[in-house]
């Protein structure tokens, strides 16, 4: 994927972060592609990991599956959530 498209992919998730979770004061753009989605960083909790796992497997058609520790890293900031819906599009 070349680097246009990873930012469109990660500014689309940023998008749907703030679509999923109606956060009215934070914008797609507030959120920094390496900031830490839960707990310091934006403060999400495991309510709004499901919350965005929806949203994503509704968007991008992909399987959210696998051991705990796995899917933390993969919610860990927006950038690792694009790496995991690019691989998660690919199978």
Excluded: C
Aim: proline letters at 2%.
């Amino acid at each position: 994927m070349s680097d246009l498209q990873t930012v469109d992919l990660e500014l689309r998730i940023r998008e749907l972060i703030v679509d999923a979770l109606n956060l009215e004061e934070v914008s797609a753009t507030d959120i920094s592609v390496d900031e830490p989605l839960f707990g310091e960083g934006l403060g999400l909790d495991s309510i709004d990991a499901l919350e965005i796992g929806v949203a994503l497997r509704k968007a991008f058609g992909i399987k959210i599956e696998g051991p705990k520790e796995e899917l933390k890293k993969h919610f860990a900031n927006v950038r690792s959530l694009a790496a995991f819906v690019r691989a998660g599009r690919d199978r």
